[in-house]
C-alpha cells in the first residue's frame, strides 16, 4: 500500500469517526448537543482537523444523513424481500420505515426533518437517496395499477412519514398505529 493510499484511508476512517461521534451524540442528547467541540473532544482529533473535513455542523448533520440512508435501505430491502406476496411486502416496508423511525429519531430528524443540503427528486439525489426511493418504487409498483407511480410512491412516503413524525411527537394515539398502518395499506394494496 503506497503511502497516499494509507493517508487516503486514514483521512476516510477519521471522517467516519467523526459522523459516527455525532450521529451517537444526537441519539443521545438531540442535535443541539452536537458541537463542533463536543465532537472534537469525543474523537479526540482538533476542531481544525474535524474542519479539514466538514465545513461546519450543516455538513456534518448532512453525512449523518445520507449514512442514514444507506442503513434505512438496508432495513427496507430486507423487509421488503421477506416477502412474495406484493401486499405483505408493502406492509413489511412500512412496518420497516415506521421501527426505523421510532428507533432512530435523532438519525431519521437528519435525514427527514431538519435542514440539510440534500436534493431529492432531482438530477443531483446521491444514490443513498436514490436506493431509499428504490426500495419504495419495488414495493409499490406491483400495486400500482395505472396511477402514475411516482405520484403514488411520494404519496405513501408522505403518508408514512407523517405518521412517523406526529408518533414521534406524541401528537396520534399511541394504541392506534396498528389500525392507522392498516388503513394506508388498504388504500394503496
Known sequence: MSIQERRERERAERRRLIVDAARELAEAEGWDAVTT??????????????YSHFKGKDAIVRAVAVQGFVD???RL?????????????????????????????????????REVDL??????????????????????SPLAGDDDLETRI?????????????DH?????????RARLDLLLSRFS
Open 72 to 74: 434505512m435501505t438496508e
Open 37 to 50: 467541540r463536543r465532537l472534537a473532544e469525543r474523537v479526540e482529533y482538533s476542531q481544525p482537523v474535524l
Open 77 to 113: 430491502r430486507a423487509a421488503r424481500t421477506a416477502h412474495r406476496s406484493p401486499a405483505r411486502a408493502l406492509r413489511a416496508l412500512a412496518i420497516a420505515y415506521l421501527d426505523f423511525a421510532a428507533e432512530r429519531p435523532a438519525l431519521y430528524d437528519a435525514m427527514f426533518v
Open 169 to 177: 411527537g406524541r401528537r396520534l394515539r399511541a394504541g392506534h398505529r
Open 119 to 140: 436534493a431529492f427528486g432531482t438530477a443531483e439525489t446521491p444514490p443513498e437517496l436514490r436506493a431509499a426511493f428504490g426500495e419504495f418504487v419495488a414495493a409499490v
Open 154 to 166: 411520494e404519496v405513501f412516503w408522505s403518508a408514512l412519514h407523517g405518521q412517523a413524525t406526529l
